[in-house]
């Protein structure tokens, strides 16, 4: 039996964040990001941060460690989440993972050795411009041609994933799939997820965006624009921020970005439910109303701590 680790799962707005903070505060507990969004620096708003009241003097860690110009990789999220864990475990207190992202919850509680291949800037760009020119459906079927077995893990709508898969093939000229191994990890991982009914997310969905565009969202994309950050980087691929930068532009009006805005992140919540499946054993799933009251005691009696 290893040292332990929480990691909290579950769809976009469904109230991990406050979850987290309620068990880390019950326990002892230190919470590490594990959603690709969250990990830029300016972009706290839209991409849902927990602000300072939110965080009630809980140590949060991989909040926004990049600038918006960095492009962000699962390897580095793998280093940096490890030394967390690492160091908050010598310090005799609980990593809590919380986020979103199944790429990156995924990697690190099955000790995914992810290729170690530097980004390719122009290549990227190249795929980049393909898949808008011929469709995102191009860039998946030529990976069916080169790496099959990667093809099927990486759905044909993660365009980024797939992306990668081929910055890998083309540059080592081995398919990436065989070049990404497993060494489980020295933890005793306990996993929780935070469910909800689909039209409730909804509703909750909406109100979210709301908020957040109540809270700010448009002057913080008018900032990182003014800053000389493009709309073309990776980091304005997280919902809203580029059409909220065709709204400063003058080219969409905000009701017509709000309802934008509401449709991608809805469609995105459906994505992350094939991340995190309901069949999954590995994973103990909770209601949210269930744990609204007392979340901290609701969770701790499920993972059983």
């Known amino acids: 039996m290893g040292t332990p680790v929480i990691a909290l799962v579950g769809a976009t707005a469904v109230g991990k964040s406050a979850v987290a903070v309620a068990l880390a505060r019950r326990i002892g507990g230190e919470i590490i990001n594990a959603d690709s969004r969250q990990v830029y620096r300016g972009m706290a708003i839209g991409t849902g941060i927990p602000s300072e009241d939110e965080r009630s003097g809980v140590p949060h860690h991989l909040y926004g460690i990049s ?24 310090r005799a207190r609980t990593p809590i993972v919380v986020g979103g992202t199944g790429q990156y919850v995924w990697a690190l509680l099955e000790g995914w050795n992810v290729p170690e291949v530097a980004p390719d800037p122009e290549l990227r760009q190249q795929l980049m411009e393909r898949a808008e020119a011929e469709g995102r459906d191009t860039l998946h079927e030529e990976l069916r041609r080169l790496d099959p077995t990667a093809a099927e893990l990486i759905h044909p709508n993660n365009l980024i994933r797939a992306m990668r898969a081929l910055e890998v093939v083309r540059t080592t000229g081995r398919p990436f799939s065989e070049q990404r191994t497993q060494t489980p990890p020295p933890w005793d991982t306990h996993i929780a997820g935070v469910s909800m009914e689909r039209e409730a997310l909804d509703v909750r969905i909406e109100q979210r965006v709301d908020h957040q565009l109540e809270a700010g969202w448009v002057d913080e994309v008018r900032a990182l624009l003014a800053a000389g950050y493009s709309p073309s980087l990776s980091s304005f691929r997280s919902i809203g921020y580029r059409e909220i930068a065709t709204h400063i532009e003058g080219h969409m009006p905000v009701d017509e970005i709000r309802q934008t805005i509401i449709s991608k992140t809805r469609r995105f919540a459906r994505t992350q439910f094939a991340w995190f499946r309901a069949d999954d054993e590995r994973i103990t799933w909770v209601e949210a109303d269930e744990v609204s009251e007392r979340p901290s005691e609701q969770i701790q009696a499920t993972l059983g701590l």
């Not at 600038?67 to 010598?90: M, N």
Request: charged fraction near 35%.
């Open 67 to 90: 600038e918006p110009d960095d492009d962000f990789s699962l390897g580095r999220f793998l280093t940096a989440a490890k030394c967390a864990i690492q160091d908050i475990h010598e």
